[in-house]
């Protein structure tokens, strides 16, 4: 006999806005207790320091987190300028101080060069694998170990306000694996003057915005409620960048088996990448292969 899942059937997206505190996995298990569904995950971890935007996805939606793990992010952030400190954020040690402090118009200059495509280096206090090992378990532990250098896309990383001589704000849009605490790091020592975060918010992803969240608090307010699922987004708001195919109901059946199935389309070039919905209700995901799609995930709503 199969074994029975535990929960409700949910699909779809809950936006949350993440408190300081709570790790993302502690955030994600309070919304799926709270619905009471059976599965969840989320679309690109916070740190329990930072704050702001954390997608969480129920159900079926856990099939599109690709999407949103890939997208552009934004975030605002607080930088410490004259320290750096071991996790290049404020819960470290200080490491190394300067009484050098950048004008606004030194720093507008340095962002420039951490624009476009980068290689960056992660923070030694991350959850990057050495060797099967947790980069920041070996740092705990004061093991020796380098970190490779990775690729990272920054569209935009702006000067937002100077508070005072010893902080800025800068906001930075950047596509997937990004480390804010790096390029604050990487920034100071650019300067001259070293560098840490000390405030970290994610301002949207992809599709999502904060105008689509709510709180942790008013989570455990809903919990067990009905009124709770009216917060939740549709599973396809994830596939807002891929274009939406109508499938024939024949169609429809074959690509809920697995199969390619027919579709409606046109201007769609051979091999794209699409979602297909019958009767607006999103069916599949595949590839594009004249007159048919070819499902490379399937929803079972």
Request: charged content about 25%.
């Amino acid at each position: 006999m199969a074994r029975r899942k535990k929960g409700r059937d949910v699909s779809g997206w809950m936006i949350i806005d993440k408190p300081l505190g709570p790790s993302s996995a502690a955030v994600v298990n309070k919304v799926k207790w709270a619905l009471g569904a059976n599965k969840a995950g989320h679309a690109g971890t916070l740190d329990p320091e930072a704050t702001g935007l954390l997608a969480i996805a129920l159900g079926e939606a856990t099939k599109t987190v690709p999407y949103i793990a890939d997208a552009l992010k934004a975030y605002r952030f607080t930088i410490r300028l004259g320290q750096a400190t071991n996790t290049d954020d404020g819960e470290g040690e200080v490491t190394a101080s300067s009484d050098q402090r950048p004008s606004d118009a030194d720093i507008t200059a340095a962002l420039s060069q951490f624009t476009g495509d980068i290689m960056q280096v992660p923070p030694k206090f991350s959850a990057v694998k050495i060797d099967g090992a947790r980069a920041y378990k070996l740092a705990r532990d004061d093991e020796a170990f380098e970190i490779a250098a990775r690729p990272l896309f920054v569209e935009e990383l702006t000067l937002a306000s100077r508070p005072d001589a010893d902080h800025a704000v800068l906001e930075m849009i950047c596509g997937k694996g990004g480390y804010v605490r790096a390029i604050a790091r990487d920034l100071g020592e650019k300067l001259g003057c070293f560098a840490h975060v000390t405030a970290l918010r994610r301002i949207w992803s992809g599709p999502f915005d904060l105008d689509d969240a709510i709180t942790l608090d008013q989570v455990e307010a809903l919990a067990k409620d009905p009124a709770l699922d009216t917060h939740l987004l549709p599973l396809e708001t994830a596939l807002a960048d891929l274009p939406e195919l109508a499938a024939t109901p024949e169609g429809a059946a074959r690509l809920r088996n697995g199969n390619p199935g027919m579709v409606i389309a046109s201007g769609v070039d051979y091999g794209t990448e699409c979602w297909v919905s019958l009767d607006g209700a999103p069916v599949a995901i595949g590839h594009y292969h004249a007159g048919e799609v070819a499902p490379a995930r399937v929803f079972n709503l």
